[in-house]
């Protein structure tokens, strides 16, 4: 599994992403990271990939960003497996990337800081 991590985070990090550290890949589900300005300072959102039900070598991506005293990322869940390719993960990291900015984006200490 540690292999298709580094793999789905190499794919993030073209998309503007910052892998964790390789202990964290080994021991956590943690595998990316990206700090926006806010309104009310840095905020960071995080990136996870968990084992799904699915079956045998299927994930899925899970988000993590705090805002307006909630977790804006709850509903993001993009389903994913071992089999893929670095082109379909590649693919698949523009695919979180939309998941993710429009609601970061919109959330208002980000709705805030624009000028």
């Known amino acids: 599994m540690l292999d298709f991590k580094q793999r789905v985070a190499k ?3 073209q998309g503007g992403w ?10 956590t589900t ?3 990271y990206r700090t926006f300005q806010s309104i009310t300072g840095p905020k960071t959102a995080h990136l996870y990939l968990v084992k799904s039900d699915a079956g045998p070598d ?3 991506i899970l988000g993590e960003y705090h805002s307006e005293g909630r977790n ?3 509903p993001l ?3 994913t497996s071992e089999e893929k390719t670095d082109a379909e ?7 979180v990337n939309s998941a993710v900015l429009t609601p ?4 208002y200490a980000m709705r805030l800081a624009r000028p």
């Open 11 to 13: 794919a993030l990090e």
């Open 30 to 32: 943690s595998i990316a």
């Open 104 to 107: 970061i984006h919109e959330s």
């Open 72 to 74: 804006i990322l709850s």
């Open 89 to 95: 993960l590649h693919q698949l990291a523009c695919e």
């Open 77 to 79: 869940s993009i389903a």
């Open 18 to 27: 910052t892998s964790v550290d390789v202990l964290s890949l080994e021991s």
């Open 58 to 60: 299927q994930y899925r």
